[in-house]
């Protein structure tokens, strides 16, 4: 008998196996479609449980066949309780929908739109759209690497990124289109920049914590402002849920550069926000008393790790007619790169440059970065309701720049280490950016909402102040390998700036609307316009000092020397200065006050049909733009202005394939204004070269076409296919031009260029497979601008070389020809784990437009590889990481050529026939915190 159990037993078993199967099936939003990503999945009576993935998909395997019953559950959902009957196999793919279990709050609730919050909203938001944009989720953006809104926009198909001296992204470059030709809006409202020179807003300035999702329109409607030839960037923020939330983070990290070097800083306690002219006036004589000493005074040493930090409450309260959330966030980060930077000219005939010194450079930069924003809203009825909304931005970056420059030379012996010139140079920068807006707004339904009023007043301020920018700089030489510090330069050795500027706007917004439907069909009639009144300031101060001239004791006649590092002074803050300027400092056309005045209207309808959408109207912008500089320097132009008006016609049409497929047409004109720094006729010296206005600088005009094809499979998934076209007229790019009287004298200056074309095409691809994911998108982008080139030759005549011009085809500035994305998901809601590696390619790109024909500074393309990870606990607690620039991907600049002499420079510069002329490593960035949701 116990033989036979033992031969029957696994036979038993072997059948139960055999008799077991998998039951699979998908969980949805009843009213949206939405694929729901963690909901709880039960067999009863089984001890068998899952959970839904990311495509809203289960899967629970060895259930044994017959009668069961299934459970499943999901936070804020009514739970759904079925009988099934599980077959031996082939079993059906189960469906359920469910139903939201918060109170009706029929057209009363600030949730009957999807808010974006989620990527099944933001798939719903791109679907639903008049124009063609890309969004990406409150949720994508949390679980993402990134920690500004500039790194989240990386991510979007299409667009590329700017990056700062410490390679954190600072602007967006849309389409292949320059920063220049893109705007910033927050809830739907433009927002004035705090940039010294231009129009467009540093998105580094912005906590990507802040947001509710990310918008980015590459095509534009009568009812948006007509100046975004490349597109527009709309950050939507967190708005009042339905029930109180509470989010906070906080965070610790480090990043890798300083673990191999210090992080050299200076004491910014004492420095004075206006010039020794602006609080004593322009009679009043400086002395080095007037200048805060702490710039000169340096520090080296490990830093303190980075900290941020983030809080969000938000509730609606009086049966929730009223709204009200309050966020904030804060980071202080310790920045930095190490950077090779080549100096080169271009002489006699030759045909690329060649090499004439290297700057070994520094940066330590400590970054504050400080986000609020708070809203109330209050819904008088279904037909009635009103919002203030605030919004404060600050950045402080504190950044110290050391750098030595060597000067290749005829004596100079590179293999031996002998006899080079060198200079060090120190710059202490402390920069305050600011943006403030608050919104009043409203909206308005009347005749059973067939027509719809929105208005919005807005005032807007944005400020840039860098208070006493310091530089010093100090000969040296290098014999034997060994570098020696001497004294200062002979020419102001040391120089105090200050610079300021403000923007403030005044704005008015109208929008009307009215509904018609003519049996299955719907036409909407809108009309509106704004009016803004933008105020700009801008501040320039200078002051140069310099080291008098001590006794030399090796003198027998009483004979003077300047003073030595070492032996006259230890430490900067040992010298004593004297002010070369000491009535008010140099006066700069810098100082100026400007104004512009944009009146704006438009008509548009939009014909809605069983699958046709045809959205077409006009738009008109009149422009008053003016300048008065207040200390003109010989400017044969101190006062201009320039008063033009555009209409800018626009349509759209979408036809519907499918519930879930469509195609997606568009053509509108937009306009791209001069910056008002662009257009004053300012001198002044930044970095190595000096930068001069254009008043005669023209706006430019562009005629946009796209055509997209867009699947939406999954309500998370889609896969868009898009082709794009514009033609530029007047683009503006920068140049380098020679002087019209002392032609050596080379300026960077602003131009229009003729006409500009640009087109590419894109794919957008995203892909769930239960608890793995796929984002991946694609851009190939070409232009063509043609700019006139210096060249030389022998005049065959005199035997002298000679300049001429040349034209020469060249994409946009900053475009790339190839632009990717790729990030790697994975989630199991069950274990509450989310984990993402994101790579960025950016293809080569021009960075830096040269005088000199084939000279241009090309960006090498680059990957930029990021990581995230987070785990969350029922608690409403989650530990994440994020990890940044994983790879230590370099930013490098070189010239597609070189010159012969460039070999003699043991610096291994030249390569495939390309020359080196810049190198910055960043080192790996690592960060991890604590996350708090109380929903």
């Not at 409150?138 to 500039?150: F, N, Q, W």
């Not at 920069?431 to 707004?441: D, R, S, V």
């Not at 509450?832 to 950016?842: F, M, P, R, S, V």
Request: charged residues 20%; proline residues 4%; glycine residues 8%.
């Amino acid at each position: 008998m116990n033989k036979l159990l033992q031969i029957l037993l696994p036979l038993l078993l072997c059948a139960t196996i055999a008799s077991a199967t998998k039951l699979k099936g998908h969980v949805y939003d009843k009213q949206s479609g939405e694929a729901l990503v963690g909901a709880t999945v039960v067999l009863e009576s089984t001890g068998k449980s899952t959970s839904t993935g990311l495509d809203g998909s289960f899967e629970i395997k060895d259930v044994p066949p017959g009668a069961a019953t299934i459970r499943i559950s999901y936070i804020t959902y009514k739970t759904i309780v079925r009988q099934i009957t599980i077959l031996k196999e082939d079993n059906p793919h189960l469906k359920f929908y469910m139903e939201t279990s918060a109170k009706d709050l029929s057209e009363v609730t600030v949730r009957a739109n999807a808010s974006g919050s989620n990527d099944g909203d933001a798939r719903r938001i791109e679907q639903n759209a008049t124009q063609i944009m890309n969004i990406v989720s409150g949720r994508a953006i949390e679980i993402s690497p990134d920690l500004t809104v500039a790194n989240v926009m990386q991510r979007v198909s299409g667009v590329s990124i700017e990056r700062n001296s410490n390679g954190d992204g600072q602007y967006a470059i849309l389409r292949g289109m320059d920063k220049r030709y893109n705007y910033t809006l927050v809830n739907g409202v433009k927002i004035p920049s705090p940039d010294n020179k231009y129009r467009y807003v540093p998105l580094d300035l912005f906590p990507s914590d802040l947001l509710e999702r990310l918008e980015v329109y590459k095509t534009l409607t009568p009812n948006l402002e007509g100046d975004a030839i490349g597109g527009a960037v709309n950050m939507v923020m967190k708005n009042a849920p339905d029930h109180l939330q509470i989010n906070a983070n906080i965070a610790i990290g480090y990043s890798q550069l300083f673990f191999d070097r210090n992080f050299t800083s200076f004491d910014a306690s004492g420095i004075n926000h206006k010039s020794p002219y602006e609080i004593n006036g322009r009679n009043y004589n400086a002395t080095q008393a007037d200048f805060a000493k702490g710039t000169l005074d340096y520090t080296s040493k490990k830093p303190a790790p980075n900290m941020i930090g983030s809080l969000s409450i938000g509730q609606r309260f009086f049966d929730n007619k009223l709204g009200v959330i309050i966020a904030g966030s804060y980071q202080n980060t310790y920045r930095g790169s190490n950077s090779t930077f080549y100096d080169s000219s271009v002489d006699g005939t030759d045909a690329y440059a060649k090499i004439t010194s290297q700057d070994k450079r520094e940066y330590s930069d400590q970054q504050k970065r400080l986000g609020l924003h708070g809203k109330v809203d209050y819904v008088f009825d279904k037909n009635n309701k009103i919002s203030l909304y605030n919004l404060y931005v600050d950045l402080k970056n504190q950044q110290l720049r050391d750098e030595v420059s060597t000067t290749y030379n005829n004596v100079y012996n590179a293999s031996q280490g002998k006899n080079a010139e060198l200079v060090y140079s120190t710059r202490s920068r402390l920069t305050e950016q600011q943006i403030y807006n608050t919104t009043l707004h409203g909206d308005h339904k009347f005749f059973d909402s067939k027509f719809k009023v929105q208005w919005s007043g807005v005032y807007s301020s944005a400020r840039n102040e860098v208070p006493d920018n310091t530089l010093i700089s100090l000969n040296g030489l290098r014999t034997n390998n060994q570098d020696t510090r001497l004294s200062l330069v002979n020419t102001n050795p040391v120089e105090r700036r200050w610079e300021r500027n403000t923007d403030e706007d005044k704005a008015g917004y109208l929008d009307l609307g009215y509904t018609v439907k003519t049996g299955d069909n719907k036409i909407d009639f809108m009309a509106g316009g704004l009016y803004r009144d933008k105020q700009r300031s801008g501040f320039f101060n200078k002051y140069n000092l310099y080291a008098p001239q001590v006794p030399d004791p090796s003198s027998t006649t009483g004979g003077v020397r300047a003073p030595l590092y070492g032996v006259d002074f230890q430490n900067y803050t040992d010298l004593n200065l004297s002010v070369s300027n000491p009535q008010g400092g140099v006066a700069n056309s810098l100082t100026y006050d400007a104004s512009e005045k944009i009146g704006a209207g438009y008509g548009m309808f939009k014909l809605t049909s069983n699958k046709l959408e045809v959205t077409a109207g006009a738009r008109v912008e009149h422009t008053n733009q003016g300048y008065n500089l207040l200390f003109p320097q010989g400017e044969l132009r101190p006062t201009g202005s320039q008063i033009y008006t555009d209409v800018l016609p626009s349509a759209i049409i979408k036809y519907h394939l499918t519930d879930k497929e469509q195609l997606h047409a568009s053509y509108y004109r937009a306009v791209n204004r001069p910056g008002f720094y662009e257009i004053v006729p300012s001198k002044i010296v930044n970095e190595e070269y000096e930068e001069r206005g254009n008043p005669d600088l023209k706006r430019a005009l562009a005629d946009n076409y796209d055509l997209r094809y867009e699947l939406f499979p999954g309500a998370s998934e889609q896969l868009l296919v898009g082709a794009f076209y514009k033609k530029i007229k007047d683009p503006i790019e920068y140049t380098f031009q020679p002087d019209a009287v002392r032609g050596q004298d080379i300026y960077y200056t602003p131009g229009n260029f003729g006409t500009a074309k640009n087109y590419g095409a894109e794919i957008d691809y995203v892909k769930f497979f239960n608890k793995i994911g796929i984002k991946a998108n694609y851009t190939y982008t070409h232009s063509r601008i043609t700019t006139p080139k210096t060249s030389r030759r022998i005049n065959q005549a005199t035997g002298d070389i000679e300049a001429f011009l040349v034209n020469q085809s060249r994409p946009l500035y900053g475009q790339s020809a190839h632009v990717a994305n790729l990030s790697l998901l994975y989630k199991d809601t069950k274990k509450g784990l989310d984990i993402q590696l994101a790579g960025a390619y950016t293809g080569e790109r021009i960075n830096t437009v040269s005088q000199f024909l084939n000279n241009d500074l090309w960006q090498k393309g680059f990957i930029q590889m990021d990581a995230s990870a987070e785990k969350s606990f029922k608690s409403g607690i989650s530990v994440f990481v994020k990890a940044n620039n994983l790879l230590n991907t370099p930013f490098k600049l070189f010239i597609k050529g070189t010159n012969t002499e460039n070999d003699n420079i043991r610096e291994n510069i030249v390569s495939n026939g390309q020359t080196l002329i810049r190198n910055d490593q960043y080192g790996q960035g690592y960060l991890i915190g604590l996350r708090y949701k109380f929903n």
